[in-house]
């Protein structure tokens, strides 16, 4: 029998499947909590951090990845605090600098307040967000992508040579890859540091339901988890 656990998130009270985590119980009650990297088939690795959140313990605070964290019983979880807020769009604001050409990363960066972007760009044409090496591991079973390299130099690539004889040709890897589509104001140029805008109007309907999932046209984008459910 499917076992239930009881939390609360921005004061909502939320009741998830046991070992679910707080953004899919976020997510299944209809809450929003911005994300890139999670796709619900896939093991969630926590790499671009958009889906913090701050959790509450003994009157402490601590704040964590919502699609790695356990929902737990009696769980007192805030996703949208200044602090949280102020934080992701500074996460947002450095993924739009490592890949200023995505659509995907832009609409995110621009749900989460970004107007303009205080970073070099860097043009990696990657985030590192993994979907592409999970789904090739994880889902394909191809084996095929990895990562190499450490720190600045980490990067996806066919590892130890030969594994690029191994990739199945599913395609999975760019079709779930932010940086598939490319921006709806054309690519950015070297120095220009402001979004496009062009989603203000999706943005402006969306405060009016702040926190709320509304299946919005961003997250079809980037295959959002709630769009995922429909
Ligand atoms: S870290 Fe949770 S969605 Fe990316």
Same mark, same amino acid.
């Given at each position: 029998m499917q076992q239930y656990v009881t939390l609360k998130i921005d004061n909502a009270r939320v009741k998830a499947v046991k070992g679910a985590s707080v953004l899919d119980a976020a997510m299944a009650s209809g809450l929003c909590i911005p994300h890139l990297c999670y796709v619900p088939v896939l093991k969630a690795s926590g790499a671009c951090r958009l889906c913090i959140v &701050? $959790?509450?313990?003994?009157? *402490?605070?601590?704040?964590?990845?919502?699609?790695?964290?356990?929902?737990?019983?009696?769980?007192?979880?805030?996703?949208?605090?200044?602090?949280?807020?102020?934080?992701?769009?500074?996460?947002?604001?450095?993924?739009?600098?490592?890949?200023?050409?995505?659509?995907?990363?832009?609409?995110?960066?621009?749900?989460?307040?970004?107007? &303009? $972007?205080?970073?070099?760009? *860097?043009?990696?044409?990657?985030i590192q967000c993994g979907r592409c090496v999970s789904y090739c591991t994880e889902y394909s079973k191809a084996n095929s992508l990895g990562f190499v390299g450490r720190g600045k130099n980490r990067h996806v690539e066919y590892p130890l040579g030969f594994r690029r004889d191994l990739c199945k040709k599913c395609g999975f890897c760019t079709e779930y890859c932010p940086m598939s589509v490319t921006p709806c104001g054309g690519p950015m140029k070297a120095g220009e540091g402001r979004l496009c805008g062009n989603c203000d109007s999706q943005i402006a309907a969306m405060e009016h339901f702040s926190g709320i999932c509304v299946r919005c046209e961003l997250g079809k984008g980037f295959k959002c988890v709630r769009q995922t459910y429909v």
């Open positions: &701050e $959790v509450v313990d003994n009157g *402490r605070t601590k704040i964590t990845a919502s699609c790695t964290l356990n929902a737990e019983d009696g769980m007192v979880i805030y996703s949208n605090t200044e602090r949280i807020r102020k934080l992701r769009k500074n996460i947002a604001e450095l993924l739009v600098a490592q890949a200023p050409n995505s659509r995907a990363v832009q609409d995110i960066a621009v749900r989460c307040g970004v107007k &303009e $972007v205080r970073y070099p760009f *860097r043009n990696d044409n990657c």
